[in-house]
């Protein structure tokens, strides 16, 4: 029992977030994908050695792939190590996939990752989402929302 507790006190929450995505990309539908590792990733992982900024998904056959997303080497690996920007498998089952790419399809729309977090099984888990590219028009929008949102909030206290 008192092992257990040790575990869970020790296991580092990993919430890797993609600030800028929300700021260029109005999210039409959002999804949680598994993702395919290999070797010392789900290290650098748990480090927080990832950047998701530039990253997008792309369909290759009727599988999804994420790519540009830097997962960096771990540093106690050898010759061994990840390669950093190798395209990884998204694993989605086929009713998701289909909307993915049904959706894709559309022009200006694209997938992009969103979070990447480690879920209590241990897994790593991507979430990506449905996106069209916002105008600067509506990026002013958001930002005029955000302030009265803000002052509204200070006018309470």
Known sequence: MAKNKDKD?????V???NRRASYEYQFLSKYTAGIMLRGTEIKS???GNVNLSDGYCVFNGNELFLLQVTISKYTEGTHYNHEPTRERKLLLNKRELKQLKDGAQ???VTIIPTRLFISDRGFA???????KGKKLFDKREDIKERDVKREMARERF
């Open 125 to 131: 888990k991507v979430d990506i989402a449905l996106a």
């Open 9 to 13: 006190r020790l296991q580092k929450t």
């Open 106 to 108: 559309e022009q200006g």
């Open 45 to 47: 992982i748990r480090e």
């Open 15 to 17: 919430n890797i977030s």
